[in-house]
Nanobody, 114 residues
Framework: QVQLVESGGGLVQTGGSLRLSCAAS????????MAWYRQAPGKERESVAV???????NYADSVNGRFTISRDNSKNTVYLQMNSLKPEDTAVYYC????????WGQGTQVTVSS
């Protein structure tokens, strides 16, 4: 059964850091590109970071230089290290494939207070 389980969110002050994790099961994780997405209240879901099977990364302009995506294929897990957080980073964060997306997980809430 395919499953994506996000964790690591929370409440943090402006300038703080969080590390999100996403555990994937039911897929050949190591050969898949993975991405982190976020959805703020009243807004469309947007991609913030992508990592290829080979480890190449790409970031949205809004998070470039502050967020780092990484993966551990031995644990079928993708991570998002978020530094210098801003109130506009407040959203529910999800992981998924960047194409041929799987069933979405429940996400993890990130709230950045000003």
């Amino acid at each position: 059964q395919v499953q994506l389980v996000e964790s690591g969110g929370g409440l943090v002050q402006t300038g703080g850091s969080l590390r999100l994790s996403c555990a994937a099961s039911g897929i050949a994780f190591s050969i898949n590109s993975m991405a982190w997405y976020r959805q703020a209240p009243g807004k469309e879901r947007e991609s913030v970071a992508v990592i290829s099977s080979g480890g190449s990364t790409n970031y949205a302009d809004s998070v470039n230089g502050r967020f780092t995506i990484s993966r551990d294929n031995s644990k079928n897990t993708v991570y998002l290290q978020m530094n210098s957080l801003k109130p506009e980073d407040t959203a529910v964060y999800y992981c998924n494939r960047p194409a041929l997306q799987l069933v979405w997980g429940q996400g993890t809430q990130v709230t950045v207070s000003s």
